[in-house]
């Protein structure tokens, strides 16, 4: 627009300068109006013309919060809820700089370019009490199908703790159904079991990519002692909570899933929660060896995050909320509490720290659209799990028996069936007792072939 101005002033000077008749004949005549409105048109295509990537838009779009740039771990689970405004993902297209406390409405170039990377097939998820990751593992079990991948799968179909590659221990070769004779490495590891590196490595591929979850330290004590009955044991002993955690030791009820849970899944020994030395320096392993440890309370950030990990599309990472509770599950606890329970449970504080800062980083790192493709994928999903759970099952005869899902700037469109669903709601234990007992029959089949 700035050098328009000056070729203007010029232009005027020079008729200034004719004479007078000359003038007026130019001004009269349609030639000079006709070349008026060309250049009028042009200064506009200059100014409004796409951009070869895409499409300017104007978006106006509520404010969004960026994530806490540090963790006050002094305060309940509450600070850590999503903090991401909910809006129109179907319309949205957002420039993001994390950086910033709040985002301004702003134009965006749209690119419609699809990811081209391959997906990644060989990946371990270490399942993480209580941290939502049965819904993930439903993730990764139907990959594995839909792709015909092996799964690392526990030897018994039945009994207590059957689904558990190792209940309270790490995996090894002894308690999995083997592998068919026809295939030679298992491609997918999803079910419970206490992380050992070289126990994982005998056993998944050099190329295995490692994933896992991780919840707020006071939200995941909280809920997994309503869940597996340390709350009972203390209403039974007639014991408060703040009385317990002013002194752990005093008290003899089962505390196995609620102190430092989370780092005796992913390896820490219990002889080692308050060695803070050694606790350090094993997160640092746990940072080199996992590719992406998700954050329950930013569940959709973490899925758009594994898609991108993965190379994987966006039907590989829909779900149907699995285990999720009702009632309350939630402590009251006053500062001093938080302030005891920080001491008892200080690996999982220290290990939630480290990945969360992490995970905040990763987002970072993620470009302009990283949360336009989060608030695409909440519609998605919100449209799955409405059609899975209530929609089919109005569907009138001569409805389609799918849902179809448009292709966006992540994606191709897909459709999700009546199978799909199916399989994003059934129950863990059925889905294992079925798989287990089809791969034994797959395994002894390669024997007589």
Not at 19 to 30: A, D, E, Q, V
Not at 171 to 178: L, T
Not at 303 to 328: A, E, F, M
Not at 424 to 449: C, F, P
Request: one cysteine or more; a neutral charge; charged letters at 25%.
């Amino acid at each position: 627009m700035g050098l328009i101005v000056p070729n203007i002033r010029r232009f005027s000077r020079t008729i200034r300068r004719m004479p007078g008749n000359m003038l007026t004949n130019i001004f009269r005549s349609r030639l000079f109006l006709f070349l008026i409105i060309l250049v009028l048109m042009g200064i506009l295509v200059f100014q409004y013309l796409p951009s070869s990537n895409g499409l300017n838009l104007v978006v106006e779009h509520p404010t969004i919060k960026r994530l806490p740039a540090s963790l006050n771990l002094s305060r309940n689970v509450n600070l850590y809820k999503d903090e991401l405004a909910k809006e129109d993902a179907h319309n949205l297209t957002v420039n993001v700089d994390l950086a910033d406390q709040t985002i301004s409405p702003m134009r965006y170039i749209v690119t419609e370019s699809l990811d081209t990377c391959n997906k990644k097939v060989d990946v371990s998820f270490l399942k993480v009490h209580k941290a939502g990751s049965t819904t993930v593992m439903n993730i990764f079990i139907r990959f594995a199908l839909s792709h015909k991948l092996n799964l690392v799968l526990p030897a018994k179909s039945s009994g207590f703790g059957f689904n558990y590659l190792g209940y309270g221990k790490t995996v090894s070769k002894e308690n999995i159904v083997p592998l068919p004779k026809t295939e030679d490495h298992y491609n997918i590891l999803c079910n419970h079991v206490v992380y050992n590196k070289n126990a994982f490595r005998s056993i998944l591929p050099n190329d295995t990519v490692y994933v896992g979850i991780l919840r707020e330290p006071v939200s995941h004590f909280s809920s997994a002692g309503f869940y597996y009955g340390f709350v009972k044991a203390l209403n039974d002993a007639s014991v408060k909570i703040s009385d317990f955690l002013s002194n752990p030791k005093k008290y003899n009820f089962g505390t196995y899933y609620v102190n430092n849970r989370m780092s005796f899944d992913l390896g820490i020994p219990t002889d080692r929660f308050h060695d803070n030395q050694f606790v350090d320096d094993y997160i640092q392993e746990l940072d080199n060896d996992y590719s992406l440890m998700m954050i329950m309370e930013h569940f959709h950030e973490s899925l758009v995050l594994l898609r991108r990990t993965l190379c994987w599309s966006t039907k590989d990472i829909l779900y149907v909320p699995l285990n999720s509770r009702g009632q309350k599950t939630e402590f009251d606890l006053n500062e001093k509490d938080l302030e005891n329970l920080r001491k008892w449970n200080s690996a999982d504080f220290k290990l939630y720290n480290h990945f969360y800062n992490v995970f905040q980083r990763k987002i970072e790192s993620q470009g302009d659209d990283f949360i336009q493709e989060v608030q695409s994928f909440k519609a998605i999903q919100e449209s799955v799990k409405l059609y899975c759970l209530i929609e089919r099952k109005k569907r009138g005869k001569g409805s389609d028996p799918f849902l179809t899902i448009e292709e966006t700037n992540w994606s191709d469109g897909f459709l999700v069936t009546d199978e799909d669903c199916d399989l994003m709601i059934e129950h863990e234990l059925n889905t294992m007792k079925r798989l287990i007992d089809q791969a034994w029959v797959k395994y002894k089949a390669s024997l007589d072939g």
